[in-house]
C-alpha cells in the first residue's frame, strides 16, 4: 500500500493524436487526466535494471488506480513543463488494482 503523502505531485497523463494536414503528420497531445502522482528518479541500481529491459528509463510515476482511465505505452505524463513519456505499459502494482506505476524517461 502507497500512503497518500507519496502521491503529492500534480501531473496530466495524455495520449498522442495524430493529425494529416496537407499530407504531413503531425502529433498532438490531448489530455486525458490530471490526478496526484508519486514521481522520482530511480536511482543507480534502479536505473541499470529498468534499462535491462527499457531503454532509456529515468523516472517511476506512481498513482491510484483508476477504471474509468485507460494508460497506453505511447503515453506521457507531463509534470509542470517537464515531459515523462511511458517506456512500456503501466505496471498494476501487486495485482491489486489499487495502484499503477509507470516507467518512464523524461524528454531532453
Known sequence: MIRAGKLRKRVT???PVENHTDGELTTTW???ATVYAGVEPLNSRELFQAQQTRAETT???TLRYRPDLTVKANYRVLLG???LYLTGPPRNIDELGEHWEFLCREAE
Request: charge should be negative.
Open 13 to 15: 497523463i495524455q495520449q
Open 30 to 32: 490531448d489530455d486525458v
Open 59 to 61: 523516472h517511476r510515476v
Open 81 to 83: 513543463t517537464r515531459e
